[in-house]
């Protein structure tokens, strides 16, 4: 068995506001060590349930260099650092068998969700795939249906849970924090946490619900709501993509991995302007 352990920040439990999850913040050290934990139970419960299990950790927040690597469970692999293909989920078209979200947050635009945002929160409004809005946990969820791969847990904060049920019925999750607004939350003990996350873990891999991720055969017609104008201009610029509004950018993707590399490129594209 190979299992992809695809690790953000914002859901992680402890974590509420931008300080907690920014490089260079007073908090920022610790809370790294407190999302290398809930990595590193995911780890111990893929390793419980299949002894022999192929496990990759792909840190999966901001520039891709979070998890601590002498604090992370022995056992598996780590894949750290960016640029690279497929982003949040390199390695997914490897002949992986499950992928399991850990610390995820609510998409752009949920009330009262923890850091919620999609890709970045300073570059993109919305997110649209055939015609269908999807946060991070949509995007990579169906990234991993492309290839084939069963998705079976998400952790965050209760509507990152609400969140998945609609995206993906029946996936395993575990709540480890209740969002109180958007940088505000009521937190289990990151010790509870973990304990949780490794048990939902061994579940989960003993019971896979069929894969109900979000399915995309064929072309994909992706939009992008972005945040200001002067971005869009800059990703107007990618060839093939067309403007089709004030902040709107629009592309027909040959597949979904196109289509979602291509909005890594715009994310980045219209950060740095």
């Known amino acids: 068995m190979r299992v992809l352990v695809s690790v953000d920040m914002e859901g ?6 931008p300080e907690d999850v920014t490089p260079g913040q007073p908090h920022y050290d610790r809370n790294c060590g407190y999302m290398t934990d809930e990595a590193s139970a995911a780890v111990r419960g893929v390793r419980a349930h299949d002894p022999e299990a192929s496990v990759v950790v792909v840190d999966a927040h901001a520039d891709f260099r979070n998890i601590v690597p002498d604090r992370l469970a022995r056992g598996c692999t780590l894949l750290r650092g960016a640029p690279r293909p497929l982003s949040m989920l390199t390695g997914v078209d490897r002949d992986v068998d499950a992928v399991c979200f ?4 609510g998409r ?3 009330a009262a969700s923890v850091l919620a945002h999609t890709m970045s929160g300073a570059t993109v409004a919305r997110i649209r795939c055939n ?6 946990l949509g995007l990579n969820a169906a990234l991993a ?3 084939g791969a069963v998705p079976v847990l998400a952790t965050g904060d209760d509507t990152l849970v609400r969140e998945a049920s609609s995206v993906v019925p029946g996936m395993a999750t575990v709540e480890v924090k ?6 505000a939350a009521e937190s289990l003990h990151p010790d509870e946490a973990c304990a949780r996350i490794e048990a939902a ?7 896979p619900s069929p894969s109900n991720g979000p399915p995309f055969s064929g072309s994909v017609d992706l939009e992008m709501d972005l945040l200001r104008p002067r971005m869009t201009e800059y990703a107007a610029m990618i060839p093939g993509v067309e403007l089709r509004g004030p902040t709107t950018v629009g592309y027909q993707a040959a597949d979904f991995p196109a289509a979602y590399n291509l909005i890594e490129v715009i994310t980045t594209l219209a950060g740095s302007g």
């Open 131 to 136: 015609g269908e809005e999807l946060g991070e």
């Open 145 to 147: 249906v492309h290839y």
């Open 178 to 183: 209740r969002a109180v607004g958007n940088r």
């Open 102 to 105: 850990i610390g995820y947050h």
């Open 108 to 110: 752009a635009g949920t």
């Open 12 to 17: 992680v439990a402890g974590v509420a506001a």
């Open 201 to 207: 873990v061994q579940t989960a891999l003993q019971h």
